[in-house]
């Protein structure tokens, strides 16, 4: 076992390093898709306010809220809610419900997902998002998007995740890595 430099503080809380790695349970997973919903919701809100900021700036006097319609406001909703997933799944393999929870979506490999393969799964979870309550179900904790697309939610406190990095030894030299 290797020592820990001097001054190293563990961003893993002691109780939860057995954990770390380990498949994330059901009621982990459906607090961090609440975080989440609360983030999108957020959002929506943020947009319904500057357009309506930006109507009143345009018709003064005139102004009124403007009433999207249930078709326009659930569109958008499944719009900012895919953009939102793959865009972080893909980048850090977390949301802001994931972080809060201590959560990561990576392949099955263990390595992240990249920009197809967070897109494709954020369509699954915003199209159908039920697919969770296959957690319980499930041996290794995977929801039914987690089955099919050969990914998995692991316990993961760490800032980022982490990457294997291999030397290229050509001609037994090793490579400059400053």
């Known amino acids: 076992m290797t020592a820990e430099p001097r001054g190293h503080v563990d961003p893993i809380p002691r109780e939860a390093r057995p954990y770390q790695g380990q498949p994330a349970g059901i ?10 919903c609360a983030v999108i919701g ?9 357009y309506a900021g930006l109507l009143f700036l345009v018709q003064g ?9 249930l078709f326009f406001g659930f569109t958008a909703a499944f719009v900012v809610a895919f953009c939102y997933l793959t865009v972080f799944w893909a980048l850090t393999g ?14 099955r490999s263990g390595r992240p997902l990249r920009l197809p393969g967070a897109a ?12 969770i309550l296959w957690v319980p179900v499930d041996r290794g904790n995977k ?19 982490t990457r294997e990095v291999a030397a290229v030894v050509v001609d037994d030299e090793v490579p400059d890595v400053s």
């Open 120 to 131: 494709l799964r954020a369509a699954c979870v915003v199209v159908f998002p039920i697919g």
């Open 94 to 107: 977390r949301t802001y419900g994931y972080l809060a929870m201590g959560l990561r979506v990576q392949r």
């Open 42 to 50: 957020l959002v929506m809100a943020a947009g319904y306010a500057g």
């Open 143 to 161: 929801s039914l998007q987690d089955t099919v697309l050969g990914t998995r939610v692991v316990y993961d406190w760490k800032p980022r995740p």
């Open 61 to 69: 006097r005139s102004f009124t809220f403007p009433r999207p319609g």
């Open 27 to 36: 009621v982990t997973r459906l607090v961090a898709a609440v975080l989440d």
